[in-house]
């Protein structure tokens, strides 16, 4: 799980937890996912799209450029569309 922002994927491995035992390794950034999980079988990758440096998309694109290092199941998340959902509403 990769996320800038700690809270985010405190959460989340808190959810991914429950009921199952599952090994997640966590991220603060795409440069620290690629470093952590290069070379490892990962069954999922879930990350956040709008990170600095390496963002989401670079991300999975260097992962999938390395056959042997990309996942079968990808989750990018993001708040960006909340956002603009939210700023365009008009209330009546």
């Keep these: 799980?990769?996320?800038a922002h700690p809270y985010c994927y405190y959460i989340g491995r808190a959810i991914l937890q429950l009921g199952a035992e599952v090994n997640i390794i966590s991220a603060g950034s795409g440069k620290e996912a690629l470093e952590r999980i290069m070379g490892d079988s990962v069954?999922?990758?879930?990350?956040?799209?709008?990170?600095?440096?390496?963002?989401g998309l670079k991300l999975i694109e260097q992962m999938q450029s390395n056959p042997d290092g990309c996942p079968a199941h990808i989750i990018s998340i993001t708040a960006l569309c909340l956002?603009?959902?939210f700023t365009g509403c008009q209330f009546r």
């Design 83 to 85: 956002v603009r959902f």
């Design 43 to 55: 069954d999922m990758l879930i990350t956040d799209m709008l990170m600095p440096g390496v963002n």
């Design 1 to 3: 799980m990769v996320d």
